[in-house]
């Protein structure tokens, strides 16, 4: 008895034991059960919001909305500019700078356009491109400078403008351009970077100056680039903060289509060697876009002045802003007046593509970079036709005070170079009578 009493009560204890064990399996079991079925209904949730999100995205893309809040730049295509700035081959004429054309197009036909506005900056001012296309309706060929390490941060920023604002993606053509002594550098690093189109301000550097680096800049080769780039018959040539006159392109091609009829009536090289002067202007404050009069009521206020007032005004003061400001308000663009070239005038311009001498690649850095074209498209025979409604106007008022420090240095650089320039000249047109 006391055997079999002690038997039971290990039986007893051990099945105890067992009968706590399965209770517990059970329960985990149960908690396991429900933990799965919470998460498939999650997952279920989450991919009805998923679903329910890219129906919205599909709506939101269809009303023309798809270029705001946290829209994503696609790595896919920052992997496919990185190839081609891998596989440039094409190097400028002097050898200096390995060209990349097209890195980015326009997804609309610009075919059947006129007029391209033209400029070159660094990836620091791209920035300008969104005010830019709000108020320009038509094709943009730009160039952006870049070398080493910050060349990833190019393709950021081409692929964020591309990507993130309709009017850039749908006007602007980007080019890239970088000296072979100083190609790009770890350019897989951009596929680490933010992607979202709420990050614009990750694009502004208001303290950068494109002079202020190691490397010169080279204005005219990146203008050169992007004017041969253009798709239109027509470019102007402007500088990145630069906004130009409302319905502009709109206008030039209705005085362009009027102008073509002097060239059926046998005035075709007239036509052709003549360059349409666009005044241009500075503003201070948030104006950034004008017609005539509302300019002329900011210039009235001095919250607008002619460009370079204050820092080099003969370079300007040709234009006769006064006679300018004159002129009978019509209700369509035409030519106000014709000028003589005189030195040192290097006004803004719109000329036909075709045999327009291209600018001078020599000339880095600041000074005589675009005067050297203006002197030539004179000593080649060039008439200059000031247009009387269409303009430009620069942002912020230019003060010798924001220049750069080596800005004196390398205009007296650029003044020698531009005395052999103009040596060049007479050798280039030997039966030009004209002087610069």
Aim: net charge neutral.
């Amino acid at each position: 008895m006391g055997r079999m009493s002690v038997e039971s009560m290990i039986w007893s204890h051990y099945g105890k034991t067992v009968m706590i064990l399965l209770v517990i399996t059970v329960i985990l079991q149960a908690y396991h059960m429900t933990k799965l079925m919470k998460l498939h209904e999650r997952n279920k949730e989450e991919t009805e919001t998923g679903e329910s999100l890219h129906k919205k995205h599909i709506r939101e893309v269809n009303a023309g909305d798809r270029f705001t809040g946290q829209r994503m730049i696609k790595r896919v295509s920052l992997l496919e500019y990185v190839e081609q700035i891998e596989k440039a081959h094409l190097m400028d004429s002097s050898g200096t700078y390995m060209i990349i054309e097209n890195v980015v197009t326009p997804v609309s036909d610009d075919s059947n356009e006129t007029l391209s506005l033209c400029s070159q900056t660094t990836a620091d001012h791209l920035h300008y491109l969104k005010d830019l296309t709000e108020t320009w309706h038509g094709p943009v060929s730009v160039t952006v400078f870049t070398h080493g390490h910050e060349t990833a941060f190019a393709l950021y920023s081409i692929a964020y403008m591309h990507t993130c604002f309709e009017k850039v993606q749908t006007s602007v053509r980007f080019h890239v351009a970088y000296p072979i002594s100083h190609p790009p550098i770890n350019l897989k690093t951009v596929i680490n970077m933010e992607m979202h189109c709420d990050n614009f301000e990750s694009l502004i550097n208001e303290n950068n100056i494109n002079y202020e680096n190691e490397i010169a800049y080279p204005h005219n080769v990146l203008r050169n680039i992007a004017v041969s780039s253009a798709s239109t018959p027509y470019i102007l040539v402007i500088d990145i903060d630069m906004i130009p006159s409302q319905d502009l392109n709109e206008t030039f091609s209705q005085f362009i289509s009027r102008q073509s009829i002097s060239e059926i009536k046998g005035d075709k090289n007239k036509v052709e060697q003549t360059v349409y002067v666009v005044p241009a202007f500075e503003s201070q404050g948030d104006h950034k876009t004008f017609d005539k009069q509302s300019l002329l009521k900011q210039w009235d206020f001095q919250n607008v002045r002619p460009f370079y007032k204050n820092v080099c005004w003969k370079c300007q003061k040709v234009t006769d802003y006064d006679k300018w400001r004159g002129l009978p308000n019509l209700p369509f663009l035409d030519v106000g007046y014709i000028l003589e070239w005189e030195d040192p005038w290097e006004p803004f311009y719109i000329a036909r593509r075709k045999d327009l001498p291209p600018y001078d690649g020599r000339f880095k850095q600041y000074g005589f970079n675009r005067i050297s074209q203006v002197c030539e498209l004179h000593i080649a025979g060039y008439q200059f036709a000031v247009l009387n409604n269409a303009f430009l106007v620069h942002r912020g008022f230019k003060e010798p005070a924001s220049f750069h420090a080596k800005k004196d240095a390398e205009n007296s650089r650029n003044r020698e170079l531009f005395r052999t320039f103009k040596e060049n000249l007479k050798e280039r047109y030997p039966k030009s009578t004209r002087q610069c």
